[in-house]
């Protein structure tokens, strides 16, 4: 049964009971600060306990316009709507967001619009696995994992009383993927605009993700790159010499052309260096297509030239070194070969890294 409490001056309704020996809480606000109302008001809290608990969303006559008791509906897509909103709120990413929301449209074409966010059930999402088999593993467990956030989500505002199991595809972790020397001077050949061949080389020699070329503030020594924007978890300045400042108020002077003729959004006329890369990849026959691919060539190149993990971590503005440690897993002897001008800069000077690795190599300066 549920119990009475005072909370301030206002009167409350505790009810609590164990699903799977966790214990569970819901708190219903009585709206009173009567006793004698508040006990009355319990009459209707007892009476629909049992709904409660099964996770059904009441809305009581001091609610509601109506006056009586209704039960509340909701359903994944009106959660998808209000997550929507809580992601812009809290500033996500307008990239993320988009990956989010897709995740929802996928177990929404497996459950449908009006299913009750509280029946979604562990088979629901192997059957969405399923549904999703064309996808490849990382791409799959991406969306997973979207789907797990929406739930936490859920849970915290009260939505849910648990959140479903859902297991991810057990992949191992891949490595980074990148661009050769030799690879990247054949789609620069084949890329007809000097601009995107700046750009380009721009992307390449810093690890600069896509949008943080534009959603940063130019200083004096390069960019500062806040924290929030694209996957940024911290503020963090990149250093720029004077060529590759030139690239950037280059590429936003060509954005901006863009928006103010009207022939492009901002997303799209950003997006379109990435498209030309990926479309010239593939012309090519090359089995890597992102531009993406273009700062996990900077980790590498960085890791062969510095090898102080910490540093390159730095750079690319990992959150923590774990993350950056994924570079130190190439074999150093191909990397050599993938970087030739790199390696023969390194003059026999610098760090001799040893330990996890087969061979040792001397490291020059960054």
Not at 87 to 100: P, Q, V
Not at 313 to 321: A, D, E, I, L, P
Request: glycine share 4%; net charge positive.
């Amino acid at each position: 049964m549920a119990s009475l409490r005072q909370r301030g001056n206002v009167w409350e309704a505790r009810i609590r009971w164990r699903v799977d020996g966790v214990q569970q809480e819901r708190r219903i606000p009585l709206d009173t600060t009567k006793e004698n109302v508040a006990d009355i008001r319990m009459v209707d809290i007892n009476k629909y306990e049992p709904a409660i608990k099964r996770g059904k969303e009441i809305s009581f006559p001091w609610n509601n316009d109506e006056g009586e008791v209704q039960i509340v509906h909701y359903n994944l897509e009106s959660a998808m709507l209000d997550w929507h909103k809580s992601l812009i709120t809290n500033r996500m990413a307008s990239g993320s967001i988009e990956i989010y929301l897709q995740a929802i449209d996928n177990l929404i074409d497996v459950c449908g619009a009006r299913y009750q966010v509280n029946d979604v059930k562990y088979q629901h999402i192997e059957t969405l696995k399923s549904y999703l088999s064309h996808l490849a593993d990382d791409t799959l467990n991406m969306r997973l994992r979207a789907i797990n956030t929406f739930f936490v989500w859920l849970y915290d505002n009260e939505k849910v009383l648990r959140i479903p199991k859902i297991k991810k595809l057990p992949i191992g972790r891949k490595l980074p993927c990148y661009y050769s020397a030799e690879e990247f001077d054949l789609v620069q050949s084949h890329v007809d605009n000097e601009l995107y061949r700046r750009a380009y080389i721009l992307y390449r020699d810093t690890g600069l993700r896509l949008f943080e070329v534009f959603k940063s503030t130019i200083s004096k020594t390069g960019l500062i790159i806040s924290c929030g924007r694209t996957k940024n978890s911290y503020e963090r300045t990149m250093e720029l010499n004077e060529e590759q400042m030139s690239i950037v108020k280059d590429m936003r002077a060509w954005v901006k052309h863009r928006i103010e003729n009207k022939d492009s959004t901002e997303r799209c006329a950003v997006k379109h260096f990435s498209r030309v890369w990926s479309n010239t990849c593939k012309k090519l026959g090359l089995k890597k297509r992102k531009m993406h691919n273009l700062r996990h060539t900077f980790g590498v190149m960085a890791w062969l030239r510095t090898g102080d993990i910490y540093l390159v971590c730095k750079k690319m503005g990992h959150s923590s070194v774990t993350t950056t440690e994924i570079y130190t897993k190439f074999d150093l002897s191909e990397l050599r070969k993938d970087f030739p001008i790199e390696a023969c800069r390194l003059n026999g000077e610098g760090q001799v890294l040893r330990g996890s690795h087969e061979s040792s190599y001397n490291y020059g300066k960054a």
